[in-house]
């Protein structure tokens, strides 16, 4: 039976942040120097996903220049480009890849221009390699000597267009990052690295509970302590401003306070699963005399826990303020921010730095907005830290949420699919509401929340299964929540492949030949065949042991993955091999998208398995890694095998495309090692 499409099979978010950022993607700055430095600016953050390596191979590549002569620095937040520098939606390569192409394009033109002119030869006589225009005679240009008399040049005597497939020389070839020796040297400047002056260290004492205000404060013998230079009230707690960090946390200790308890106070995990479960809609179809199977599926919240806590540097003052820190959407940082002190937005300078870790967390900018808050109060600059505890506790959370399936089978074909997804609500405010109005969606017509939006642009069933249906329902409930890797599709997507499992095992069928038979395009097939095929699916398995398989197809890629678990211990289960397979189009470094696919897997093992947040009576339980129970290397796979299809178009998303399918595949391998059915994950909670 042929299933209808999704919304996302003709226009997906990535493609509507493309839309919403065509006006402004051409204004890129790319310098050439007279040292030779080929200096792309890049308007996104780079958190770890090696962004930076794939654009300087993308200016290496069509200049002709050596990987070594390229720049990459991120770009402080420019206000015009409007929708054009927010970094998300694994949607940066995909975005980047033809503008990029096009400004290095046109600077080689204009160099190899200058070197005709310089030499009185024809242009099209000369060829460009290794940084340097080259005469057919053996004369030789550097770039950087060409730079001056190119830069005067407006219209080239060769043609601006990038290369074509067939020309590709670096790009799609494994590539090291760039930055990996500044990163282990630590050379690589973080936030917390930077040297501006007159910071002092900074922390913030938090109130008991999530949201909760301060009722009093006695700081008399924090006052008194080494190396205190001041104590600020701000709205989120109590600002501690030191010689020294440790000197900062000391005294941050020695406060007495007392809090009043927060919008959440009172309320457990148990509540708000009960709230999400009396939040959905019923099922449209009643299985009436067909054959049906229903699954209701839990998930955690869980933090984002970048290895790098979040750091910001503010120095505001009376007309102006700068800001230091790991900005994914910086424009929209610098228009609160301006807001929040009182000033025009151009006072605010916004300096985006490298982040160490992100996974969603830095799209919002909570410390920033702090510091900022601080450095007014205090009239001095300072370096905030939020320790561990303090974004485990009262940063930004995955969104808890309960699922309820139903679908409805006869004569060996799926003839329903109906899924309800009810969430806490996530907060959006970060601009993608913007971002999808100027794509064109005008959302206060359409009566749809920018939830509902990003869910309807986002979420699709890829398999044939009659009439699918998928409905969001939020649950306002005041703690602080944000995107998380792959956002809505690491749960939603989860729980259908779980669904698919256990349709085809109801159905009589082999979960992968269920899968292959429903898929409804070829790369998808090729994709699940590759893993089947190396993963050696459906072999004998002892006791305790099993595989399990999961797809997705998100952005513009297709993932599948096969995992294989013992469970012999269900208390300690460990996932002892994967084999990956991705499709993301054409591939600029495939070094990098391994890793990406690898940290994907380690996400999946970690929120299937065992790490999660417990809220209990408005405070969240977990504070540091040492309870909150993401994967440690003896949890992580001794064997990992990554298959990469061969390029096929342009260059899909890939940051987030492993997340659901690595998930789904630890799910039903535990679920085939056990003979259970886990409805609630993290399963060890």
């Known amino acids: 039976m042929i299933g209808l499409p999704g919304i996302p099979d003709i226009l997906d978010l990535g493609d509507a942040l493309i839309l919403a950022g065509l006006p402004t993607s051409h204004l890129l700055v790319l310098e050439l120097t007279t040292a030779g430095r080929a200096v792309l600016h890049l308007p996104r953050l780079e958190v770890g996903q090696g962004l930076t390596t794939a654009v300087a191979m993308l200016v290496a590549e069509e200049l002709d220049a050596r990987l070594a002569d390229v720049d990459v620095p991120l770009s402080d937040g420019r206000p015009e480009l409007l929708f054009n520098q927010l970094t998300g939606a694994s949607n940066s390569v995909r975005s980047l890849y033809d503008p990029v192409r096009a400004a290095a394009a046109a600077a080689r033109a204009r160099l190899v221009t200058a070197a005709a002119r310089r030499w009185n030869l024809p242009a099209d006589t000369l060829r460009t390699a290794d940084s340097a225009v080259l005469a057919p005679d053996g004369r030789r240009a550097g770039y950087g000597e060409l730079a001056a008399d190119a830069a005067a040049i407006a219209v080239p005597a060769v043609p601006s267009t990038p290369k074509s497939t067939d020309q590709l020389r670096l790009v799609g070839r494994p590539t090291g990052r760039i930055d990996a020796r500044d990163i282990v040297t630590g050379r690589a400047k973080y936030a917390g690295d930077l040297a501006i002056p007159g910071a002092v260290p900074t922390v913030v004492a938090r109130p008991a509970t999530v949201n909760g205000t301060l009722k009093s404060l006695d700081a ?23 010689e020294t960090f440790d000197q900062a946390m000391k005294a941050r200790d020695a406060l007495v306070t007392t809090w009043n308890p927060g919008p959440a106070a009172g309320l457990s995990d148990a509540d708000v699963r009960s709230r999400l479960r009396a939040a959905h809609a ?26 790098e806590v979040l750091t910001a540097v503010a120095d505001v003052r009376p007309n102006r303020a700068e800001l230091w820190f790991a900005a994914q959407t910086p424009i929209v940082a610098q ?3 301006a807001a929040e002190l009182g000033l025009p937005q151009d006072a605010v300078t916004v300096h985006v730095v490298r982040g160490g870790g992100s996974f969603g967390r830095r799209l919002f900018f909570d410390a920033a907005l702090e510091a900022a808050r601080i450095s007014q109060a205090a009239g001095r600059p300072v370096k905030l830290m939020w320790t561990r505890n303090d974004d485990m506790r009262h940063g930004r959370m995955r969104p808890a949420s309960h699922h309820r399936v139903r679908a409805t089978y006869a004569l060996g074909q799926v003839l329903t699919y109906e899924h309800r997804a009810a969430t806490v609500k996530t ?26 939006a990003f869910f309807l642009l986002s979420e699709k069933n890829p398999y044939n299964v009659g009439i699918p249906t998928q409905l969001l329902a939020e649950v306002p409930l005041d703690v602080p929540t944000g995107s998380w890797r792959s956002v809505y599709s690491g749960t939603v997507r989860v729980a259908d492949e779980i669904m698919m499992d256990e ?6 069928q082999d979960e992968v030949a269920f899968r292959r ?18 993963g050696d699916w459906g072999r004998p398995m002892p006791p305790g042991q099993a595989q399990g398989v999961g797809y997705h197809d998100e952005n513009g890629g297709r993932a599948a993955y096969l995992v294989e678990i013992d ?6 289960p460990r996932v002892t091999k994967a084999v990956i397979a991705a499709d993301v189009g054409r591939v600029v470094n495939p070094r990098g998208l391994e890793a990406q696919l690898t940290g994907a897997l380690i996400d999946g093992i970690s929120v299937i398995l065992q790490a999660g947040n417990h809220l209990d009576n408005g405070a969240f339980r977990e504070g ?3 309870d909150f129970h993401y994967a440690r290397q003896r949890h992580s796979p001794p064997a990992v095998e990554i298959h990469l299809m061969p390029p096929s178009g342009p260059p899909g998303g890939a940051g987030e495309l492993g997340v659901p399918a690595a998930s789904a595949a630890v799910a039903n391998a535990y679920a085939r090692a056990t003979g259970t059915s886990p409805r609630s994950f993290p399963v060890n909670f």
Do not use: C, W
């Not at 008399?220 to 030191?242: F, K, N, Q, Y």
């Not at 017509?445 to 939830?451: D, E, F, K, N, P």
């Not at 469970?567 to 300690?572: F, H, I, L």
């Open 282 to 307: 019923p099922f449209l179809i009643p299985p009436l005399l067909t054959q049906y199977v229903d699954g209701e599926f839990d998930f955690a919240f869980v933090n984002h826990a970048p290895m």
């Open 503 to 508: 349709l085809a095992r109801r159905m009589g």
């Open 517 to 534: 038979a429903r898929l409804r395009d070829a790369a998808g097939r090729a994709v699940l065949d590759t893993v089947a095929k190396a």
């Open 220 to 242: 008399t013998a924090a006052r008194a302590m080494p190396g205190v230079l001041g104590i600020v009230r701000i709205p989120s707690g109590v600002a501690v401003l030191a």
């Open 335 to 337: 228009q609160t921010i």
């Open 567 to 572: 469970a012999g211990d269900p208390k300690n």
């Open 427 to 452: 907060d959006f405010r970060h601009g993608l509401g913007e971002a999808l109005t100027a794509a064109g969606f005008n959302l206060s017509i359409a009566g749809i929340s920018l939830a509902q």
């Open 624 to 626: 540091s890694y040492g």
